[in-house]
């Protein structure tokens, strides 16, 4: 799959932008504050209706204004596809593949594929499990549209039942409600656990290979999702998941109730990891947890295209200048067979090193 044109209208700094990349590598360079992110940031937003860093999607509209457009043709599973979305300050946005209106974020998953990477991520096993979380929601998300449909249904139920218990001292009677909330979360939250437990499996597999090439066969990668306790096997059909999260709930009603809080439910779930058979947060080195972040990160590329037949875009955001040589070359050397694009500060090594076209930003305008 690739991305042929992306055209921005009041989009960040972009004030009126139409670019056209190369099919295989495409290297953004400028200085600190041009644009170079936000490019990113737009084409990913193209592949599942939410931006990396952004938290509202008013944060995309140039300041002053109060519509955004973006439009890019895309060319995947054989056909040509025009994806356009058009946001506008306090109002709904609105969404359409080749002139037909697309609904869910989804839609535009099952048309483009991106998997962004930026030096943040490099702290991917160091953060707490928020951000390992937030890696399984994004590239469940794009892959598969059940998982988005649950994980916003369980958000909703979640702080929900969050402002109840918040709430409920002022207003005793809002717990009456508690079941209805716990049975949405108990049966959105089973789906959840389903797709994720899956997905750690490929992980597992694809991110152990990655972790020991780049470490040069001395390191051993592993890793397990971790979930609700009473949850036994997570494989096991949601029913069953089904049932044993309301037993989890039942045993923290009391708990929960005192607290104020929700205790009970996949919104804690993890992944732990492991280098060489110890626990990487705890014991492992930065070089070594950073190795692992990039393997997870390959991995997710390499799920994808298992899935899906076709290599998502990688967007990769400032990472290769943080890495070490040898890191840089292996990266360089697995992403080939996709469209990639990378930014960097100046044309340098890495920008001949790749080749491709060379796109240079600045002041919201790309020459
Ligand atoms: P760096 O090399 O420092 O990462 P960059 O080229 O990636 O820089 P961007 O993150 O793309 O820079 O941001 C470029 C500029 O866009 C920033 O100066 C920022 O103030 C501006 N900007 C961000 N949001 C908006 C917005 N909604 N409207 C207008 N400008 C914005
Ligand atoms: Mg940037």
């Given at each position: ?74 060319f995947s ?25 697309a609904k ?43 998982y988005e ?219």
């Open positions: 799959m690739q991305i042929n044109k992306l055209s921005l209208q009041n989009f960040r700094n972009y004030s009126e932008q139409e670019i056209a990349f190369a099919p295989d590598c495409n290297v953004i360079v400028g200085e600190n504050a041009q644009g170079k992110t936000n490019l990113l940031e737009a084409i990913g937003y193209l592949s599942c209706g939410r931006s990396a860093r952004a938290r509202k999607d008013s944060e995309l509209i140039s300041f002053g204004r109060s519509e955004c457009a973006l439009r890019g043709e895309i599973r054989n056909r040509s596809f025009l994806v356009e979305i058009f946001l506008s300050a306090g109002k709904r946005r609105k969404m359409s593949i080749n002139q037909v209106s869910r974020a989804s839609d535009l998953s099952a048309v483009l594929g991106t998997v962004f990477f930026c030096p943040e991520d490099l702290l991917l096993i160091r953060d707490g499990a928020a951000a390992r979380r937030r890696f399984m929601d994004r590239a469940l998300c794009q892959l598969r549209p059940r449909a649950a994980l916003s249904e369980y958000t909703r139920a979640y702080e929900h039942k969050t402002r109840i218990l918040r709430d409920s001292e002022e207003y005793p009677g809002l717990l009456d409600t508690l079941p209805e909330f716990n049975e949405r979360m108990a049966r959105s939250g089973a789906v959840l656990i389903y797709y994720r437990a899956r997905f750690c499996e490929r992980l597992k597999e694809y991110a152990l290979i990655a972790h020991r090439e780049c470490s040069g066969g001395r390191e051993e990668l592993s890793l397990s999702y971790e979930t609700v306790r009473t949850v036994t096997d997570p494989f096991a059909p949601p029913d069953t998941v089904y049932s044993q999260l309301q037993q989890h709930q039942a045993e923290h009603d009391r708990a929960e109730r005192m607290a104020r809080m929700c205790l009970s439910g996949p919104h804690k779930d993890d992944i732990s990891v492991c280098i060489g058979g110890v626990a990487a947060r705890a014991f492992s080195s930065q070089g070594q947890t950073r190795t692992a972040a990039l393997a997870f990160k390959l991995a997710e590329r390499d799920i994808f295209k298992e899935l899906t037949g076709e290599a998502p875009l990688l967007l990769l955001d400032d990472v290769l200048s943080e890495l070490d040589p040898r890191r840089q070359e292996y990266v360089l050397n697995r992403i080939s067979g996709g469209q990639v694009f990378i930014t960097c500060c100046e044309e340098d090594r890495l920008g001949t090193l790749l080749g491709g076209k060379v796109l240079h930003v600045s002041e919201g305008s790309v020459r």
